[in-house]
């Protein structure tokens, strides 16, 4: 017998000891009385990212259609047989029935709604996924729409506009194209061109930065990778791009891609992990992290690792950045899994935990609630007990007890978020900015961060680094219900502009909030002084 045999039954001794540990140390875990294979599947190959909610009036052959598409786009990522896939599918479709199908994905989240002191204006519908609004130094609003899939897989790519709004007109001033790439607009996830900033001294050069993903030579490729680019635009065209930064791994979700300009002149540039969470904690990747460069894409002598642009790491997938205009401390937003969305307080060198730590959890800390447990646990007890099934059920119970430390983490590097949302699910969090105009005064100095999976703008007082108030302006109960929010600046009259997606039937978590009327801009002014009895008002241009 070889010596690789007699090790075998030792191994399986052990394999035993395992399980009986974690079974003594969950025993006094109320768990439900049904046993049923599909439901423990669902909650641990999807339900990581994906609610019931979110999948709310899906037909049948819809569910098998998206397991089928999630194994071939994440393959063996995914870690799902044709045997699992098949009970996913029937799972999801004996649910359905017991979901209310109008019902809001998270439309009351555990914040307080403010007083309504604002009127909301639509000034323009009709758009595809608007990613992005600035403005110009004239007052004009540049518009970057990400592109989209239209019928017969044609692709229409990314899209730079300019709005006027003292006139209403909207015209467009070129796309995102690039003769050795197709740009990877994809309607149902996260590519596309998403992210936009103006240099400091566009009046003068016209110049401007977008970040976009994009496909890699084989269109069934479905990885792809992220570029920062420089763009100018003259004579009313886009053109004469630069490219800045190139290669950083992508994936059909989770490519970050939100750039700024800070108050040192410098560009930050926030990178998701391309769906590979070992990105994040590796320095060599540029994955996962806040990037700072110089405008040209030089690396500053002084950030925290030489010759490196990587300003903090431990990212998932940061969705805004924005500068507090008091102190020029770095915000950024990032999406958690299926809970911890996170407002995060960047400094230079420092590891914001992904995927070893999460939400608020301080170093050293136990991180996986009750609910993870219990999800795990059922798992173990209903997976087939072959010996691989057995050794990847043991490897995900232990997950659900992660420890917040070890070789990728250390107590002096370690920051964990000011803030989360929240630790029992996530809201989709997206873009920030800082209100600094005159035309709501108590708002200045707050935060202002819009939300996807519940359609809301929402306002944060900071004191320190401490959250000391958080409101609701609009959710996606307001009955107008404005859709998936995006983006989020102040224009120079003090309003406040927003960006809105369209709902889109075929992509997971949008069952709601439901915007008929396609991507819009919308702003807020203040209702004082107003000579109009509706709080309401539809100004959107002629498309």
Not at 34 to 40: A, I, L, R
Not at 143 to 166: M, Q, W, Y
Not at 473 to 488: E, F, K
Not at 493 to 508: L, R
Request: charged share 20%.
């Amino acid at each position: 017998m070889s010596v690789l045999g007699r090790k075998q039954p030792q191994s399986g001794l052990r394999y035993l000891a395992v399980i009986g540990v974690i079974a003594a140390a969950t025993y006094a875990i109320p768990f439900p009385e049904n046993h049923d294979v599909s439901k423990p599947l669902y909650e641990d190959r999807c339900g990581g990212c994906h609610t019931l909610k979110d999948l709310s009036g899906y037909q049948a052959s819809q569910m098998t259609g998206l397991v089928e598409r999630m194994r071939t786009h994440y393959g063996a990522d995914a870690l799902i047989d044709d045997e699992e896939a098949a009970a996913i599918a029937g799972y999801l479709e004996s649910a359905q029935p017991s979901l209310a199908q109008n019902e809001l994905v998270y439309a009351s989240i555990p914040l307080e709604h403010a007083p309504r002191s604002f009127q909301i204006d639509i000034l323009l519908d009709g758009l595809s996924f608007p990613a992005s609004i600035n403005f110009e130094p004239d007052g004009n609003l540049f518009v970057l729409e990400r592109g989209n899939i239209v019928e017969h897989d044609t692709r229409v790519p990314g899209k730079l506009s300019r709005f006027v709004p003292a006139t209403g007109s909207f015209s467009e001033v070129g796309v995102i194209e690039n003769s050795d790439v197709i740009p990877a607009m994809r309607e149902t996830l996260n590519g596309g061109a998403v992210g936009m900033a103006l240099d400091p001294s566009f009046t003068d050069n016209g110049r401007l930065f977008i970040c976009y993903h994009y496909l890699v030579d084989d269109e069934d490729d479905l990885s792809g990778l992220n570029r920062l680019s420089s763009f100018r635009v003259a004579n009313g065209e886009l053109g004469g791009e630069q490219i800045l930064v190139d290669g950083i791994p992508g994936s059909r979700v989770h490519n970050g891609c939100r750039v700024i300009v800070g108050p040192d002149r410098l560009l930050y540039f926030a990178t998701g992990e391309g769906n590979n969470n070992r990105n994040a904690q590796n320095l060599e990747s540029a994955a996962g992290k806040v990037l700072r460069l110089g405008l040209d894409g030089s690396i500053p002598a002084d950030n925290p690792f030489e010759g490196s642009p990587v300003w903090s790491y431990g990212h998932r997938n940061p969705q805004g950045l924005g500068f507090e205009p008091d102190t020029g401390r770095l915000w950024s937003t990032e999406h958690g899994g299926d809970q911890n969305d996170e407002l995060n307080l960047i400094e230079a060198g420092m590891n914001y935990g992904w995927p070893h730590c999460t939400g608020e959890v301080e170093y050293g800390e136990l991180w996986g609630d009750d609910w993870t447990m219990r999800q795990r646990y059922r798992t173990l007890r209903n997976t087939r007990f072959d010996m691989k099934s057995l050794g990847r059920s043991l490897k995900q119970a232990w997950a659900g007890r992660s420890v917040c430390q070890g070789e990728m983490i250390d107590r002096v590097s370690y920051r964990p978020a000011v803030k989360s949302f929240f630790p029992e699910k996530t809201i989709g969090i997206s873009d920030l900015t800082f209100y600094s105009g005159d035309a709501f005064p108590a708002w200045r100095g707050s935060l202002l961060f819009v939300t996807l999976k519940t359609g809301s703008l929402v306002r944060v007082d900071i004191q320190e680094n401490e959250i000391v108030h958080a409101e609701i302006l609009i959710d996606a109960a307001d009955p107008a219900n404005y859709g998936r929010m995006r983006d989020v600046t102040v224009g120079p009259d003090g309003y406040v502009y927003v960006a809105t997606n369209p709902t889109n039937p075929e992509k997971v978590g949008n069952a709601r909030p439901r915007n008929p009327r396609g991507g819009m801009i919308v702003r807020l002014r203040p209702t004082q002084g107003l000579q109009m009895a509706d709080t309401e008002a539809d100004t959107s241009a002629a498309r």
